[in-house]
T-cell receptor, first 115, second 114 residues
C-alpha cells in the first residue's frame, strides 16, 4: 500500500515551459487535492476534486489546470511556467466516514524551480 | 472565503515545558479543525483534529481546544520532547457529505531546547 505517490520529485523549468505533475493514490479515496507550499506561507490550496469527474478552484488557481483522470489519479499542469510558481507542490487525498472526517494523506511532494 | 491566522510563527521552548499555538478563523460555518505536523523535508501528517460540536480533545501529550464563539482554537503540547521539533499547521474547513476545502494557517516552527 503506497498511499499517495507523486512524480517527479524534483524539476527545474525555464520560464514559459510547460509540465504536468502526476499524483496517484491507492487508498480508494474519493477526494484529491493539490497544494503549494512556500516559505512562511503555509499550504495553499490550488485545486481540488471532490470525486471522479469533478474539479474546483482553491485559493490560488491562476496559472494551473487540473485533470481528474480516474479515481486514482489527479494531475496538475503548468501551461507556461513563471518564476512565481517556484514552490513545493503537495498532492493529498481524503475520504469521508470513519473516525476522522477528512484526514488528508499527503504525497512526498515535488520541488519545482522555475528559472 | 475562509481565512486562518496562526501565531506565533516561531516558538522555542525548553524540553519538558509546554507549548501553545493559537489560531483564529473567519468563517463561522467551519466545523472541522485539524492540526498537522511537518518535519523537515517531510510531508505534513495529521496529529489531532476536533469537530465543532466538541470543545476539547486530548491524545496523550497533545490537546486541542475550540472556542466557537470567539472563533479560536489552540494546540497544547505538554512535556515537550526533542522529537516535537517541527512545523505545525492549523486548518479550518467546512465538511459536507462530499469533499471540503481545508484552509491552512501559515505555520509555527517549534524548536525544543535541550
Amino acid at each position: 500500500n503506497a498511499g499517495v505517490t507523486q512524480t517527479p520529485k524534483f524539476q527545474v523549468l525555464k520560464t514559459g515551459q510547460s509540465m504536468t505533475l502526476q499524483c496517484a493514490q491507492d487508498m480508494n479515496h474519493n477526494s484529491m487535492y493539490w497544494y503549494r507550499q512556500d516559505p512562511g506561507m503555509g499550504l495553499r490550496l490550488i485545486y481540488y476534486s471532490a470525486s471522479e469527474g469533478t474539479t474546483d478552484k482553491g485559493e490560488v488557481p491562476n496559472g494551473y489546470n487540473v485533470s481528474r483522470l480516474n479515481k486514482r489519479e489527479f494531475s496538475l499542469r503548468l501551461e507556461s511556467a513563471a518564476p512565481s510558481q517556484t514552490s513545493v507542490y503537495f498532492c493529498a487525498s481524503s475520504d469521508h466516514g470513519g473516525p476522522s472526517y477528512n484526514e488528508q494523506f499527503f504525497g512526498p511532494g515535488t520541488r519545482l524551480t522555475v528559472l | 472565503g475562509e481565512n486562518v491566522e496562526q501565531h506565533p510563527s516561531t516558538l522555542s521552548v525548553q524540553e519538558g515545558d509546554s507549548a501553545v499555538i493559537k489560531c483564529t478563523y473567519s468563517d463561522s460555518a467551519s466545523n472541522y479543525f485539524p492540526w498537522y505536523k511537518q518535519e523537515l523535508g517531510k510531508r505534513p501528517q495529521l496529529i489531532i483534529d476536533i469537530r465543532s460540536n466538541v470543545g476539547e480533545k486530548k491524545d496523550q501529550r497533545i490537546a486541542v481546544t475550540l472556542n466557537k464563539t470567539a472563533k479560536h482554537f489552540s494546540l497544547h503540547i505538554t512535556e515537550t520532547q526533542p522529537e516535537d521539533s517541527a512545523v505545525y499547521f492549523c486548518a479550518a474547513s467546512i465538511w459536507y457529505s462530499s469533499a471540503s476545502k481545508i484552509i491552512f494557517g501559515s505555520g509555527t516552527r517549534l524548536s525544543i531546547r535541550p
